[in-house]
């Protein structure tokens, strides 16, 4: 699936499942996002999610965007949050539902 890893697409279905239910990606799609993390968009089961990604050391970044955004949003629901985190996983994840 757009040449990511099995281990990194199996780290971000488990991290979307902890956060909106059980979830499996059928289709990942890289979109644009900011120019910090990577960014795609993800499909399955009649649903879709934006996520971002890092390595873990961008942990405090995702949470000053999730603070920024709810400032911003706070009452749209879809604001983006930081994903449960998965502890097997080397990257961390921030998504939100589209």
């Not at 996520?51 to 009452?75: C, H, I, Q, V, Y």
Request: hydrophobic share 35%; proline share 6%; aromatic share 8%.
């Amino acid at each position: 699936m757009g040449g990511l890893s099995g281990e990194f697409l199996a780290a971000l279905q488990r991290s979307v499942s902890g956060a909106a239910g059980s979830f499996r990606i059928e289709r990942a799609t890289p979109v644009a996002g900011g120019c910090i993390h990577r960014c795609f968009m993800l499909e399955g089961g009649g649903r879709r999610y934006f996520a971002k990604t890092n390595d873990r050391s961008a942990l405090d970044s995702f949470a000053a965007e999730a603070e920024g955004s709810r400032r911003w949003l706070k009452p749209v629901p879809a604001s983006p949050s930081p994903c449960p985190e998965d502890k097997r996983a080397s990257a961390r994840f921030s998504c939100s539902s589209t």
